[in-house]
């Protein structure tokens, strides 16, 4: 479990760079801090092309400073010094239970990982970590929704074991 005094969960023997050569080191993922905030929204918006401060820091006051047990708002980071950014992904969930009947479970809404620094375990520490915290806190399955043409989201949640679930997501759109 990620101990609220930040001890970092570590997947070592990662290259982790933001340079075109690699640096061999570790990826540690750990709970956000307030300082973080700024980085985070620079990835997001990096990532996404949309800025969102206000967004961001929302989530931050809800994912990063409440309800600690049940929400979690984890950032990787290398543990080289010299590596920048310092944040090279984040990863967000929630327990959730009883939606529609849903058993109590882990939901991640959101991932996503510097480009820059993609294939080199930077997901794979965050998503490790989280599964970690949901694990303990009780539950026994983890759930996501993924966007049909997000190939990269997709294929990475498939790559560590996830697969359709019972659930069907439906929408409708207003006038």
């Known amino acids: ?5 930040h ?3 570590l997947a070592t023997g990662v290259a982790a760079s933001t340079h075109a ?13 307030a300082d973080d905030v700024p980085q985070v929204f ?4 990096r990532v996404t092309g949309v800025a969102k401060p206000d967004y961001w820091q929302d989530i ?9 047990n049940e929400r979690f708002f984890l950032v990787a980071e290398s543990v ?22 849903s058993e ?8 996503s990982v510097d480009p820059r620094t993609r294939l ?36 990475f949640f498939r790559s560590e074991g996830m697969m359709a679930g019972p659930y069907i997501q439906l929408e409708k759109e207003f006038d």
């Not at 620079?42 to 918006?45: G, I, Q, S, V």
């Not at 109590?104 to 991932?111: E, K, S, Y």
Request: aromatic fraction near 8%.
């Open 21 to 33: 050569t690699s640096v061999k080191g570790a990826v540690a993922a750990r709970r956000v801090r």
């Open 120 to 155: 080199l375990g930077v997901g794979q520490a965050l998503f490790d970590a989280i599964s970690v915290e949901f694990k303990n806190a009780g539950v026994a399955k983890m759930r996501t929704m993924v966007a049909r043409d997000n190939r990269l989201h997709l294929m």
């Open 80 to 101: 080289e010094t010299e590596i920048r950014p310092r944040i090279l992904g984040f990863i967000i969930g929630e327990l959730r239970a009883w939606e529609f009947g």
């Open 1 to 5: 479990m990620l101990k609220s005094d």
């Open 60 to 68: 931050f006051e809800r994912y990063g400073k409440h309800r600690l």
């Open 42 to 45: 620079a990835l997001d918006e």
């Open 104 to 111: 109590p479970c882990g939901w991640v809404f959101a991932l």
């Open 7 to 9: 001890q970092p969960h």
